[in-house]
């Protein structure tokens, strides 16, 4: 066969002496090029991309040098032999709380030439000790059930001369902070949700410019948020976390002489009842702007009237600096149409289901009363309201009269497409509401695209599924009183989130809350936060207990998060707690190691559940609990080789094999026949490596394609299954029915949704019915991203775009053209840059186009071609060889 050896866009400039820059600085988890001020760490990691004109260029050696605040050097690492530029060790000496520094960094290739210096990167440490801390908690002082949220305030004076202001800053609830009339920040509903009574958040801002010479006035506005609002099913709980909402603020100002002082929460301040009438994360805001406190954040405001506060005491050491993104605005849409209601009412559709609230400007009489109903979908042409359960997801806002109103609530947020307006003075114009988009604010790093409109339309939805739901943690849907962070349904996407944004330090951040949530015993519980209580409804659970898939988590996402970032401190944090779940389920199934007894949510929503009773699938939860056993067994034990704890590793890969060996002999049958003959059961055995003998695993792969055929290509399978189910029939060489199972649009199906107009994933393959009407079932919900785990097969095997060494270091491009497909692209930011895989078909011909970023190689497997892998190095590559729809194994 014919074909074209690999080209590279930098063979027209190799006479010329190659150029490399250093185009991006990293510290910790921090975006590129962002200055990560109040780093929770004295010794931050470095990370740095290079952009090199030469193809396969790598890197040899790097320098680094660090300068103070001051801009004078102190330190030269002076020339270090390494290839390494991800995650790479502080090596000066440990920083101080508060210290500001610089850093630059260079690099030498295979060349021997060195790249120029890079910008300066300029780190902050926050404050990274209980001492560093003199502000105390403080709360109004009035009964703690006073429903309005408080404001407090304070004023001080500040001289001339001011070098820098840092604000600490963090709350028992919610906040918004202002200084001088002015916000302070850009976040959503700060300081976030994590396990209060052990790790509390804080933020650090940098206030030096709204600081002026004189009187001056620092404020906040509190909120109950998930500290003390309500949560979980039904009327759920409140106070969970405590009954008073408080405020801890530590305002340090420091003088181009070398002074400094400090402003914090004490008995100085004043609190007063604001605007917000009412806050809940579930039920919406209620705003009434005539009960306004104008100026009461800016200086010379009369707080006489105002009541006193006092401290409360509180654990300093659970406060910690951030190591992911904070929630922010990250986009805004306009509605596309104004619908009239069957009944009359007023509906704006914002053509996209989002996660967010609304901004309106309007006019009209003090006292109007505006009042905002949110849902994600309409039913017989109204708003279809059932899904949110108790959630009134409903925002009022009462005008003080006085010209252009603009409000936008502050401490809830709403998952939406439609909203109903009731109470609009006069006539509504598009432009008169706009819908804010909120979530965690991730760096977007991975992209797909192909010929196929709905498979395209499909990742898309999987993108905003994930902006939706990954709103300071991951949580399960946006709309409805739940929203928490069940750790099965992350264990499941994981791999496709850490494609689609940079998720590790969101992800790092989330783990550190599952270890203080895991017990003694080592039980993780079903979500994290575990705002649950012991006693569960029946259909999950009843009662709290290690469950498969969801406990599992504990193991599975630090691996992924290694895999796809080769960041081996995640594991080195996570391992105890990794180990905990094993030994757990070691002590729980004893010596026959099947996990055959107690609760299990199995395949959750499998399409054959009862409407009522999603764990009720066709495949047995034994099966699915003992193949989870094995796979987090062996997981831990690949973990400690990586982090050569030798003893380790041997105990946990020999547990592995012994749970395969019992597996084997209790389940399955010398041709490989399984019990639970279903898609899911031989999804878990091919791709957990179940199977002993290559006998049985060649049976198996063909009573799971054929099981596929007798379905007419529907998919049969729930939250376990679904992640595995195109990779497990691509194992045994079934791609043409991968795909066909993928391309499926009857339901179930993935594409299904897309034909009904969905924007986002949905929670059941058929939350909505084909007449247009919602599931009868209790849980429905129109934004959930479990089922959106095949976007991570997108990436890897249509596109063909995968790791071969954690963090791509190493890249696989292997594309696997079909569906009738005539192109496909992914492209992903790795640490190391941009690496993108596209294919297109056309003329008899496939053209695979590569891009490998430097200091990374490739193993290339065109398609058409022999199978043995190409390795290039870095830059562009291009083959084109003869194709046909034969060679895809097309139908």
């Known amino acids: 066969m014919s074909y074209q050896e690999p080209e590279t866009l930098s063979q027209e400039i190799q006479s010329e002496r190659p150029t490399i820059a250093i185009t991006s600085l990293r510290f910790e988890y921090f975006h590129y090029n962002t200055d990560a001020l109040g780093i929770g760490t004295a010794r931050p990691r470095v990370s740095w991309i290079v952009e090199a004109a030469s193809a396969n260029w790598y890197q040899t050696a790097y320098e680094m040098e660090l300068y103070d605040a001051a801009g004078v050097v102190c330190g030269r690492t002076g020339r270090v032999s390494s290839e390494q530029s991800v995650f790479v060790e502080w090596p000066f000496e440990p920083l101080h709380a508060r210290e500001r520094v610089s850093i630059r960094v260079r690099v030498w290739g295979t060349d021997e030439q060195p790249s120029q210096w890079s910008n300066m990167a300029a780190v902050e440490v926050g404050l990274l000790h209980p001492d560093d801390w003199i502000a105390q908690f403080v709360t109004p002082a009035w009964e703690a059930d006073v429903k309005p949220s408080p404001l407090l305030r304070r004023e001080f004076e500040v001289s001339e001369g001011v070098s820098r202001a840092r604000l600490y800053i963090t709350s028992l609830g919610v906040y918004e902070a202002q200084i001088n009339g002015q916000v302070v920040g850009d976040h959503v509903l700060a300081p976030g949700w994590t396990v209060y009574p052990s790790r509390l958040l804080y933020q650090t801002f940098d206030v030096t ?62 609190a007063a009842t604001g605007p917000i009438l ?10 009434d702007a005539r009960l306004e406190r104008s100026g009461w954040s800016a200086p010379g405001y009369d707080d006489c009237e105002w009541a006193a506060v006092q401290s409360i005491e509180q654990d300093l050491t659970t406060l910690a600096a951030p190591i992911g993104p904070p929630v922010r605005h990250t986009g805004e849409l306009s509605p596309v149409a104004i619908i009239t209601s069957p009944s009359g009412r007023t509906i704006l559709d914002f053509g996209q289901n989002l996660v967010g609230r609304l901004r309106l400007i309007v006019r009209g009489e003090a006292g109007q009363k505006i009042t905002l109903r949110h849902a994600e979908v309409l039913e017989n042409g109204e708003l279809g309201t059932r899904p949110l359960r108790t959630a009134k997801a409903t925002d009022q806002y009462v005008l003080r009269g006085e010209g252009e109103e603009t409000w936008e609530p502050r401490f809830t947020f709403h998952g939406f497409r439609y909203a109903e307006v009731e109470g609009w003075p006069g006539e509504l114009n598009c432009a008169d509401i706009v819908a804010v988009v909120c979530h965690s604010d991730m760096e977007r790093t991975g992209w797909f695209e192909c010929s196929d409109p709905l498979l395209s339309h499909l990742h898309e939805n999987v993108v905003w599924s994930m902006r939706g739901n990954f709103f300071s943690i991951p949580t399960d849907c946006p709309q ?8 099965g349904d992350i264990q499941v996407f994981a791999p496709a989130a850490s494609f689609l944004y940079d998720t590790a330090g969101f992800l790092a951040s989330w783990l550190r809350d599952l270890e203080a949530e895991q017990k003694a ?21 009843g009662k709290t207990v290690p469950t498969a898939a969801w406990g599992d988590a504990a193991v599975l996402v630090p691996w992924t ?26 002590t729980l199934t004893g010596e026959r190691l099947l996990w055959d007894s107690g609760f299990q949510f199995g395949d959750w929503l499998d399409p054959s559940a009862p409407t009522d009773n999603p764990s009720v699938t066709r495949t047995d939860p034994a099966i699915v609990a003992t193949a989870y056993f094995a796979r987090s067994a062996e997981i831990l034990g690949r973990a400690a080789e990586v982090l050569g704890r030798d003893e380790d590793a041997v105990r946990y890969l020999a547990l592995a094999a012994r749970i395969r060996d019992a597996f084997d002999a209790e389940y399955v049958t010398d041709a490989g026949r399984v019990l639970s003959d279903s898609e899911t059961a031989y999804a878990l055995m091919l791709q957990f490596d179940l199977l002993k003998r290559e006998e049985q695993r060649r049976h198996a792969g063909q009573q799971l394609a054929q099981l596929v055929r007798q379905s007419g290509y529907h998919i049969n399978t729930g939250f376990v299954g679904t992640p595995l189910i195109c990779d497990a029939l691509c194992a045994v060489g079934e791609y043409e029915v991968a795909y066909r199972l993928l391309m499926q649009r009857e339901c179930p199906s993935w594409l299904y949704a897309v034909t009904m107009g969905a924007t986002t994933i949905w929670e059941r393959w058929d939350s909505m019915l084909p007449d247009g009407s919602i599931n009868p079932g209790d849980m429905t919900s129109f934004n959930h991203y479990a089922f959106g785990a095949v976007a991570d097969w997108l990436h890897r095997v249509v596109a063909g775009l995968a790791p071969a060494e954690p963090g791509y270091r190493r890249l696989t491009i292997a594309p696997h053209p079909g569906g009738n497909l005539t192109h496909a692209r992914a492209s992903l930011r790795t640490l ?25 190689t490739a193993s290339v497997i065109v398609p058409g071609r022999s199978q043995e892998a190409i390795v290039v190095g870095s830059g562009m590559h291009v083959w084109s060889v003869p194709y046909s729809s034969e060679k895809r194994g097309e139908a």
């Open 832 to 856: 190391y840059g941009l690496a993108e895989s596209a294919w297109v078909i056309e003329n008899g011909e496939i053209t695979l186009k590569v891009t490998v970023p430097p200091n990374t």
């Open 278 to 287: 009412d806050s809940s994360l579930y039920d919406g805001e209620t705003y």
């Open 209 to 270: 410019d709204l600081l002026q010479p004189g009187r001056n006035a620092i404020g906040a506005l509190l909120a109950d948020g998930w500290y003390r609002g309500r949560l979980g099913f039904g009327d759920g709980q409140r106070n969970i976390y405590g009954d008073r909402l408080a405020l801890l603020a530590q305002l340090e100002i420091t003088y181009e002489d070398g002074r400094s002082e400090r402003i914090v929460t004490d008995q100085h301040w004043r």
């Open 561 to 586: 998060l290694y895999q796809r970032y080769g960041n081996m401190s995640v594991l080195e944090t996570q391992f105890e707690s990794m180990r905990a779940w094993v030994d757990l389920l070691t």
């Open 521 to 541: 015993s080592g039980m993780v519980p079903y979500v994290v936060p575990n705002i649950l209580p012991h006693d569960l409804p029946d259909d999950i659970g």
């Open 480 to 487: 409805r009183d739940e929203r928490l962070g069940w750790t």
